[in-house]
């Protein structure tokens, strides 16, 4: 690579400012990414209601066991919280949201439920949110760079962030890039690997 090789893409400073096409299409993927982030939790409020729908008093909701995690979230236990919690002080945060909140509610009891489970799961989406922008780009790169190896007829293996498997590239991996962590090619006989996220154990960051 030569020192004036990047002039094939940059002529002028005014390469580097990105358009308002660009950037309205920017947040317009933005949005449509946090509503998807949210379908999960707007569901799991949905079956919360239609179980709890099904009892006439608040405080008969500690006999329904399978929603016990729901009623601590609705207490405003974070999942990280309920980790460090006994069996003991769970059931006191959920007898301590019953009284406090849930009653008072009276025969609006089972929306006053769903209203706090959701602030509660709001507060894991906006930790999910807040690398959002960079999830997206990283997503975009890893798009082009794939286009770019099977335009040029160039196998590849991709790191799956779930199974920890290197799995070899096809063109049926439409969504690929949502859960790829790693890419690997070869150019010229040259191994080539790209890593997302990967924690330096020197300096202890993600690079």
Same mark, same amino acid.
């Given at each position: ?5 990047y002039k094939k893409h940059l002529s002028s400073w005014e390469s580097l400012v990105t358009s308002y096409e660009q950037t309205r299409a920017g947040f317009i993927s933005l949005a !449509? /990414?946090?509503? @998807? ?6 569901? #799991?409020?949905? $079956?919360?209601?239609?179980? $709890? ?7 008969? !909701? ?7 995690? =729901? ?21 006191? $945060? %959920? ?6 909140? !849930? #009653? ?7 929306? /006053? ?25 990283? @997503? ?10 099977? %335009? ?8 799956? *962030?779930? *199974?920890? /498997? ?7 991996? *439409? ?7 790693? +890419? *690997? ?5 040259? =191994? @080539?690997?790209?890593?997302?996220? +990967?924690?330096?154990? %020197? ?5």
């Open positions: 690579m030569t020192n004036f090789d !449509l /990414e946090k509503n @998807r982030k949210a379908t999960p939790f707007v569901e #799991e409020a949905k $079956a919360l209601k239609c179980i $709890a729908s099904t009892i006439e008093s608040p405080i008969e !909701l500690i006999n329904i066991t399978q929603i016990k995690s =729901a009623l601590l979230t609705a207490s405003g236990v974070s999942d990280k919280a309920k980790k460090y919690l006994t069996e003991n002080d769970k059931n006191e $945060a %959920i007898k301590g949201l019953i009284e406090n909140f !849930l #009653e008072p509610a009276a025969k609006d009891f089972v929306d /006053e439920l769903v209203y706090r489970f959701l602030l509660t799961r709001g507060d894991s989406l906006g930790g999910i949110i807040r690398n959002l922008g960079g999830v997206l780009g990283e @997503r975009k790169m890893t798009r082009m760079l794939i286009a770019t190896l099977s %335009i040029q007829g160039i196998s590849y293996c991709y790191l799956h *962030s779930k *199974s920890k /498997e290197w799995i070899v590239g096809s063109q049926d991996d *439409s969504d690929v890039e949502i859960f790829l962590k790693g +890419l *690997s090619w070869n150019k010229s006989n040259q =191994a @080539r690997t790209l890593i997302y996220n +990967l924690t330096v154990p %020197i300096v202890k960051k993600n690079d």
